[in-house]
């Protein structure tokens, strides 16, 4: 044993044994992740340099870095090496694109499989597909509205990072001063927006459109990912739902943190993701 454990630590001594434990740790372990956008903003900031959990939803299957090429060949096209737990509602979720899957994306899991969504003027309603029961018990009655006959529940995340803005930010998806509804209309027109109009009996009525709101049911197997900054976010909302095959993992904790003008945010540094979801003190308006 003790001949083994030399031998271990000469490897690990060694270039080739420190870049192998560097990249099984990479791999299955943790993976560093920069925040390039302010679409989760007021939870995540840009400049938050954060850990990614890669065994929070199981083994995805390992990519090199940089280059983003699999080492090992997906046989079932799971995404995975171990198939785990599926991101849950409300999750914060670091994911590859799914129409360029070398691009990582960090978005709230709004929606699981079986799932519907409606998303209006500054407002987004869930139906949990396990029934109207489900909702009652789960949710506080106040958000549970009756959209075309069904029960949903109004805003059902209350994350102090959630909110709507109309700012035109320089560095967000949308670049422009208008609403996403607005910005949704127009992407509607030319086929690239995923969701589907509707009109909603309940819900007030938009002056020349002959619908109030889009809706989206969640496939299996799959995720709506949405922005906490919903006005400036590009999500699910745009381009569909996520396969669990695409799924990486999950915020861990910010070991860096700085804002524009390279002033570093020392009270972020050190801080689980479930702390700056929830800590109201750690949950501004990015300068």
């Not at 945010?265 to 003190?281: F, K, P």
Request: hydrophobic share 40%; net charge negative; aromatic share 18%.
């Amino acid at each position: 044993m003790r001949k083994f454990f030399a031998k271990l630590y000469d490897f690990s001594s060694s270039w080739t044994g420190t870049v192998v434990i560097v990249l099984l740790f990479i791999f299955f372990i943790a993976q560093a992740f920069v925040i390039p956008s302010g679409s989760m903003k007021n939870t995540l900031l840009i400049g938050d340099h954060l850990f990614v959990k890669k065994f929070a939803y199981g083994i995805a299957t390992p990519h090199i870095p940089w280059v983003e090429i699999p080492v090992w060949f997906d046989s079932d096209d799971d995404g995975h090496l171990v198939q785990g737990d599926r991101p849950k509602r409300g999750d914060i979720v670091v994911f590859r694109y799914p129409n360029d899957p070398k691009i990582y994306y960090v978005k709230r899991n709004f929606a699981v499989g079986g799932d519907e969504v409606i998303f209006a003027p500054k407002t987004m309603y869930l139906r949990p597909h396990e029934g109207d029961e489900f909702i009652e018990k789960n949710y506080d009655k106040n958000d549970i509205v009756v959209l075309n006959g069904k029960k949903f529940v109004r805003e059902p995340y209350k994350f102090k990072g959630i909110h709507y803005e109309n700012r035109g930010d320089k560095d967000n998806f949308v670049g422009q001063n208008a609403d996403t509804f607005t910005i949704a209309l127009y992407y509607m027109q030319q086929n690239k927006f995923a969701m589907s109009p509707a009109k909603i009996d309940e819900l007030e009525s938009i002056d020349g459109l002959p619908f109030n709101a889009f809706y989206f049911k969640v496939k299996d197997d799959s995720f709506f990912m949405v922005g906490d900054n919903r006005e400036n976010s590009n999500d699910s909302r745009f381009w569909g739902s996520v396969e669990y095959k695409f799924v990486v993992g999950q915020p861990w904790f910010v070991y860096f943190s700085w804002d524009k003008d390279y002033k570093i945010r020392w009270e972020r540094i050190g801080r689980l993701a479930t702390t700056l979801e929830n800590d109201e003190s750690l949950i501004y308006e990015q300068p």
